[in-house]
């Protein structure tokens, strides 16, 4: 099997394996209610890359970082944030006073978006790389983050006491500061770790640069 062959076949092999772990995420959820707000970002963007893929195919790195993100989204829907058994673990390893594993989904809010953000930009707008489009990137996620928050804000407006478990502030009044400030530094990262991984991904789909349309 050639590697061309691999490669136009493991966004397919993501997408099954997403399905999958959806439906295994919604088997007994802790709250029904939190699984959907949860998984939703995940079937909305299901939804748009199989309707977008033969117009607009993402790189390899991008999908796997794509499904990973979903993962996240799906066992924190599952369990709750806040019930993650995994961020117990690391709670008693580290003696924290808190479940982490909401730390981890804002961090990957802004890690995963950053790469989304920096391929959509390189291959449909002007902007080089270089400064300005790390600039313009971590600004998007940093918006991105916080109108997570608005929609956290207008969730518990509506369901009142219902949507505690989808908030997962856990008691912590700065909770929605980490949240940003994680996004911002999951952004960064991604940007100063996988950059010349990503340009090297993005010239298996695209070559060295995409037109933007006109």
């Not at 099954?16 to 970002?41: H, M």
């Not at 707008?125 to 207008?154: N, T």
Request: overall charge neutral.
């Amino acid at each position: 099997m050639t590697g061309r062959t691999l490669s136009s076949r493991e966004p397919l092999v993501l997408l099954a394996l997403t399905a999958l772990v959806l439906v295994v995420s919604g088997i007994g959820p802790f709250d029904r209610l939190t699984w959907w707000l949860e998984v939703a970002p995940v079937l909305i963007g299901a939804a748009i890359l199989v309707a977008t893929f033969s117009r607009f195919r993402l790189s390899p790195l991008l999908y796997r970082l794509l499904f990973l993100h979903a993962v996240i989204l799906m066992v924190g829907g599952h369990y709750t944030y806040a019930r993650v058994p995994a961020g117990f673990w690391v709670q008693e390893w580290f003696d924290f006073s808190r479940n982490h594993y909401d730390r981890l989904g804002h961090l990957a809010q802004g890690f995963i978006p950053a790469i989304l953000a920096r391929e959509i930009l390189i291959r449909w707008s002007p902007l080089p790389r270089g400064r300005w489009l790390c600039v313009v990137v971590i600004c998007m996620c940093l918006a991105f983050s916080a109108f997570y928050e608005l929609i956290e804000w207008w969730a518990a407006l509506i369901a009142g006491a219902a949507s505690e478990s989808f908030l997962g502030t856990q008691g912590d009044v700065w909770d929605t500061q980490w949240d940003m400030f994680l996004a911002l530094i999951g952004a960064i990262t991604a940007l100063f770790t996988l950059s010349r991984v990503h340009d090297r991904s993005l010239k298996s789909v695209v070559g060295d640069r995409e037109s933007p349309p006109g």
